[in-house]
């Protein structure tokens, strides 16, 4: 929309593999998005910025390709280029299942650190560890997975990602996420 605000959706394929052996595949949970740049990078600080999500329930909840209600989170990023590489740091906080009378309980917390390097004009190599924390439940519901995939950029307004997810306590359990991202 502007050089420092986009917004844009993200239509996910998923190809799931959970720990009961059941494989299932399809649409996942749709993802409607906004990113504003609040400062800009400089030779001695990262850029800031805000991202606002809305995930809306088009997942197959029964199939574990979507959690079945909608979520909406606030990421604050935190990234660096150091020349081709790109770095990132990210929290936030994520409210799940906006339709539950106390939509504080079951909510998230996000912590994630990754980079993105180019192979070429189109293709980066991504790759992130993310922790997210679920607050007011058991411990046991926390996950620090891997996030490791291809980007490849179509035009400047559209790109497609293929990659894989897994649980690093748990290498079995993953997911493969094919996804298209149109920016307006």
């Not at 990113?35 to 329930?57: C, V």
């Not at 150091?82 to 906080?93: E, I, Q, R, S």
């Not at 891997?146 to 293929?162: A, C, S």
Request: glycine fraction near 10%; charged fraction near 20%.
């Amino acid at each position: 929309m502007t050089a420092n605000w986009d917004i844009g959706i993200e239509i996910p394929y998923v190809y799931s593999n959970p720990a009961n052996d059941v494989v299932e595949n399809g649409l996942g949970d749709v993802v409607l998005k906004s990113k504003y740049r609040i400062m800009e990078e400089t030779a001695s600080r990262p850029a800031f910025l805000l991202k606002p999500t809305l995930k809306l329930p088009s997942g197959n909840e029964d199939k574990g390709l979507g959690s079945g209600k909608p979520d909406t989170g606030l990421l604050a990023v935190f990234t660096k280029g150091f020349g081709g590489l790109t770095g990132h740091f990210n929290a936030g906080y994520y409210a799940a299942d906006l339709t539950k009378d106390d939509v504080w309980k079951g909510t998230s917390g996000i912590l994630a650190s990754g980079a993105l390097i180019p192979l070429d004009k189109r293709f980066t190599l991504a790759t992130e560890l993310i922790y997210e924390p679920t607050f007011n439940s058991d411990a046991s519901d926390n996950s620090f997975d891997n996030l490791t995939g291809i980007i490849w950029t179509v035009n400047e307004r559209t790109t497609y990602d293929f990659g894989v997810r897994f649980d690093i306590e748990d290498a079995a359990e993953y997911q493969l996420i094919v996804g298209v991202s149109i920016g307006f």
